[in-house]
């Protein structure tokens, strides 16, 4: 519902353009990108599980399972690679319900507050924690401070 609920908070970004502009991402990045979404919680267990076997790193949007998913944070916790916690407000800065993710334990970073930049943020991050950057990139934006 990205782009419709709760377009204060949000934005009104849709999912399919942050998708297209992950993608878009990729490429500049030389890396490539799996996107899934979905409501169900298993779904998404499924979608972590195989990613042991065919990813690198994870960023993941869990959303409201952020706060009690005790399934999806035993899968993140299986993963050995990069896991990039992202989130489109600052959860923060929200109400008492939204403010403590217990996926944060088992993520390697956490974005938060950035609205949808933050995907692209965390996609140079894990190409980051990877050694994936390509030379293609300027420097400082290939390396970072040293």
Known sequence: MLGEREPEIYGSTTLAAIEENCAA???VLGVGV??????HEGELVDWIQQARHDA???IINPAGLSFHSVPI???LR?????IIETHISNIYARDEQHRH???SAVSTAVICGLG???YLVAMHAAAYMLGARPDSLPEPIRNGPN
């Open 73 to 75: 944070l035993d899968a």
């Open 25 to 27: 991402n990729a490429e």
């Open 101 to 103: 993710s217990i996926l």
């Open 56 to 58: 690198d790193a994870i």
């Open 78 to 82: 299986m993963f050995s690679g990069p």
């Open 34 to 39: 799996k996107f899934h979404q979905s409501n």
């Open 116 to 118: 949808p930049y933050g």
